[in-house]
């Protein structure tokens, strides 16, 4: 009688048999399943690339899952942003509170962990403590380089992913072996040729054929078969169907990278962190002091109301309010998020005025 294939049996440990279709499949199997499970991955953004990174990798039983976003939900996030829906935003949830407490109802296996912050250079490392591997699912350059800087100089591999409108890009990064982001992109692009949300849309179906290539890179990394990682820069255009590889390798071999080649880590060291930013689509700035503090977002609202804001409420997690036209969400580490406006200078004032320098 014939054998069959050792990834076709099913699993002896019988808390592996949810995943038996992962399993079966030969480049994973046991050992990979079981490799996947002691992983520890950190996921910075939750948005739309982030939500279905999230959802794949807890279904794929990554072992121990941090999520940090410092955003909350609004209801034309739920057009591609799969983890969330109408209860959220009732709620008042933040993101990353939100997509933990749905992961945990789908896998209650992996650990998951929510962390409601702006990702910066000062708590990124510690943020990525203990992982061995960060996921982009952000939507800005300046984070993107951020997590750059940071896997370049602790040498740790993570995977870059961007949307707009139906194109979409994804590149796996590994220091030392791959290019860097800096070395495709050693600057950002100026806001003239920079499209946002705002301007050009985006399709929830480039969203998840972005995360889904993204997410399967993770897996090859995270189950050791980084061999097997695509070492391209890939480029889709989901609506005309154009797939591309673009081969970067020589950003690498004979480029000056200033990240990778002369290690130089500016964003890492603070040297080019913003105190504003305006948000992707969202006729926004937030409002972020640099300054590690603790609000007492119960005092926040009385101190608002008397300012004359109206539809103050709050949480344990944020406090929302409007006022001077300017819809205003405050964080308990002092974030703000002011909508109705995307001049930094205008939502700066707006801070300073209502909630202190």
Same mark, same amino acid.
């Given at each position: 009688?014939?054998?069959?294939?050792?990834?076709?049996?099913?699993?002896?440990?019988?808390?592996?048999?949810?995943? *038996?279709?992962?399993?079966?499949?030969?480049?994973?199997?046991?050992?990979?399943?079981?490799?996947?499970?002691? *992983?520890?991955?950190?996921?910075?953004?939750?948005?739309?690339?982030?939500?279905?990174?999230?959802?794949?990798?807890? =279904?794929?039983?990554v072992g121990h899952l941090r999520?940090?976003d410092r955003d909350f939900i609004?209801?034309?996030?739920?057009?591609?942003?799969?983890?969330?829906?109408?209860?959220?935003?009732?709620?008042?949830?933040?993101?990353?509170?939100?997509?933990?407490?749905?992961?945990?109802?789908?896998?209650? !296996?992996?650990?998951?962990?929510?962390?409601?912050? !702006?990702?910066?250079?000062?708590?990124?490392?510690?943020?990525?403590?203990?992982?061995?591997?960060?996921?982009?699912?952000?939507?800005?350059?300046?984070?993107?380089?951020?997590?750059?800087?940071?896997?370049?100089?602790?040498? =740790?591999?993570?995977?870059?992913?961007?949307?707009?409108?139906?194109?979409?890009?994804?590149?796996?990064?590994?220091?030392g072996t791959t290019p860097c982001?800096?070395?495709?992109?050693?600057?950002?692009?100026?806001?003239?040729?920079?499209?946002?949300?705002?301007?050009?849309?985006?399709?929830?179906?480039?969203?998840?054929?972005?995360?889904?290539?993204?997410?399967?890179?993770?897996?090859?990394?995270?189950?050791?078969?980084? !061999?097997?990682?695509?070492?391209?820069?890939?480029?889709?255009?989901?609506?005309?169907?154009?797939?591309?590889?673009?081969?970067?390798?020589? %950003?690498?071999?004979?480029?000056?990278?200033?990240?990778?080649? =002369?290690?130089?880590?500016?964003?890492?060291?603070?040297?080019?962190?913003?105190?504003?930013?305006?948000?992707?689509?969202?006729?926004?700035?937030?409002?972020?002091?640099?300054?590690?503090?603790?609000?007492?977002?119960?005092?926040?609202?009385?101190?608002?109301?008397?300012?004359?804001?109206?539809?103050?409420?709050?949480?344990?997690?944020?406090? =929302?309010?409007?006022?001077?036209?300017?819809?205003?969400?405050?964080?308990?580490?002092?974030?703000?998020?002011?909508?109705?406006?995307?001049?930094? !200078?205008?939502?700066? %004032?707006?801070?300073?005025?209502?909630?202190?320098?």
């Open positions: 009688m014939t054998t069959p294939p050792k990834n076709n049996a099913a699993p002896v440990d019988p808390s592996l048999s949810r995943y *038996s279709r992962q399993i079966l499949f030969e480049s994973i199997g046991v050992e990979g399943q079981r490799r996947l499970g002691a *992983s520890r991955v950190v996921l910075i953004g939750c948005g739309a690339l982030g939500t279905v990174l999230a959802n794949t990798l807890v =279904r794929a039983g999520i940090c609004e209801k034309d996030n739920l057009q591609r942003q799969v983890l969330f829906d109408e209860s959220d935003i009732e709620a008042g949830l933040p993101k990353a509170e939100a997509a933990a407490l749905k992961l945990r109802r789908i896998n209650s !296996d992996v650990c998951v962990e929510a962390v409601v912050t !702006d990702v910066n250079y000062a708590n990124i490392e510690s943020l990525a403590e203990g992982a061995t591997l960060i996921l982009d699912g952000t939507d800005n350059f300046e984070t993107r380089f951020l997590i750059n800087d940071l896997c370049v100089k602790t040498d =740790r591999p993570w995977v870059y992913g961007a949307v707009i409108g139906a194109t979409g890009l994804c590149m796996t990064i590994i220091p982001l800096r070395c495709v992109f050693e600057e950002a692009p100026p806001p003239e040729f920079n499209p946002t949300c705002d301007t050009v849309g985006v399709l929830g179906s480039t969203v998840n054929v972005i995360a889904s290539l993204q997410a399967v890179e993770a897996i090859k990394l995270l189950i050791g078969r980084g !061999d097997d990682i695509n070492r391209h820069l890939i480029q889709i255009d989901v609506w005309s169907g154009r797939f591309v590889n673009l081969n970067v390798a020589s %950003s690498f071999t004979s480029n000056d990278c200033p990240c990778c080649k =002369r290690r130089q880590f500016p964003y890492l060291n603070g040297e080019r962190a913003a105190t504003t930013t305006t948000l992707c689509g969202r006729n926004a700035v937030q409002v972020n002091l640099g300054v590690p503090m603790r609000m007492t977002l119960s005092a926040m609202a009385e101190k608002l109301s008397r300012a004359g804001a109206s539809s103050v409420s709050f949480n344990d997690f944020l406090l =929302r309010g409007v006022i001077d036209s300017l819809e205003l969400t405050l964080f308990c580490d002092g974030r703000a998020i002011i909508k109705g406006t995307n001049d930094p !200078d205008r939502a700066r %004032s707006m801070y300073a005025k209502y909630l202190g320098n």
